[in-house]
DNA sequence: TACTCCTTACGAACGATGTTCGTTATGATG
DNA sequence: CATCATAACGAACATCGTTCGTAAGGAGTA
């Protein structure tokens, strides 16, 4: 039995990595933290190598966040359009966005930040988004600003629950927050005749309230937009 | 006339930092820059200290990025609320927050990520526009999500814009990332048989006409939600 | 005036980040 | 079997937020 010849390289044999390995550690690691936690050096980590690994796959951070938005954005329903129920249709798909999006929290941000959704996913997805507007009438402006403005409100509203959600900011501080707030505008009562009283309709809405509150502005600002006077 | 001897202090007297100082060379910094452009040690070498000075007057960034954004709010107009023109005070109202929200670009940022906005001026500026809604004759519930869905819509929208403002964002990227996108979905007209015809429709939109959709399907929608049948 | 004490200023350091450079090793190609 | 493009990777750089220990200034008191 021969005592090992110590290696000047690691045992293992050569690391296979490939962008799809990369993005799916990324992905793993953005399920259980914020899009913070996912940086090079824990990726690469996680993989057992170095952050200098990854750049022969990633061109950047900023590409690997996209390529994760991407992939996450291929696993949306894509539903047949259908002229009758397009309304909820769209309700269900921004319902959707909106879960996949808090699933996994932080990942808004990158739909925030990025100007021009360019993945193949993405792009998909939103001509899924506009061929149901457009089976329900909506006329080409009209449906291309609306898929605008429901890409955006989705993120949003995500990238707000983000915060929560990803425990980056206590549940205790904003019960402390919540409290000083109404302590000091009820030391002003003068000054807050408004918020005084229904300040608190706020704090007790469930978040799924108000995300479903943005959606019935939207979709009724829609309605009317392009069909004015259908009753008549 | 002597030579002045070497002293082991700096010349200066004592330096007299505060928070409004502090405060003030931040958003002068944020001007003309990225939210990232606002480190603290960038702060602390404009005022021509060292970044541990800061921490007597600011707990931690993120506390002085609440501080900018209050201080920010304060100037907001508030317009004295009138049951006659309501719909046109709140879309004055918007307006004067995205100006603001882009005219510091990245601050929007702050505004999403704030769980509970609880500065003076964010509180006295939530009151304004609650006051305008109220003698809009808009109910209690409808007025304050209606406030949540603006704040959130106002905040977002700039965030995106501030992408594009700060130069983070290459002007040349975009066209270049847009040109792609054409060329992919041109070769795969089966597949975008929407995207294709009305890509361009927002490619070519400006700013102004996305965030007035937006508006406009926002208080159409409000009005419609609590004066369903006005008109009978 | 002399002494004490508390707040503020600040240099230095710690750990972590994204990215680049130069150097190996590997697997395919000729 | 030799060659070579490319992936892997160790080390380093500049930057970040934050903390610690120390020095200095002014206010209050004897």
Redesign the interface.
Known sequence: MEAEWPRTKPATQRRVLSQDLIVDTALELLGKGSLDTVSMRQVAQTLGTGPASLYAHVGSKEELHELMLDRLLGRLPRPKPDPDTWTEQILEMARAQLKMLTAYPGIARVG??T??P?G?NA??Y??AV??VL?AGGVP??E????F??LS??C???A??LA??KTGE?DEQ??AT??R??AA??AARPT?????L???R??AE?TPE??FE??M???????V??FEPRRTR
């Open positions: 925030l930040e100007v021009v360019a193949p792009l998909a939103g001509e506009l061929a457009r080409d402006r449906a291309v600003f609306a605008d403005t955006l409100w993120s949003a509203f990238y707000e915060a929560v900011t501080t904003i927050r919540s000083e707030i000091y505008m000054q807050f005749p408004n918020l009283g229904v300040g309709i706020l809405a309230e108000r509150f943005g019935d502005l939207f979709l009724a600002g829609l009317g937009a």
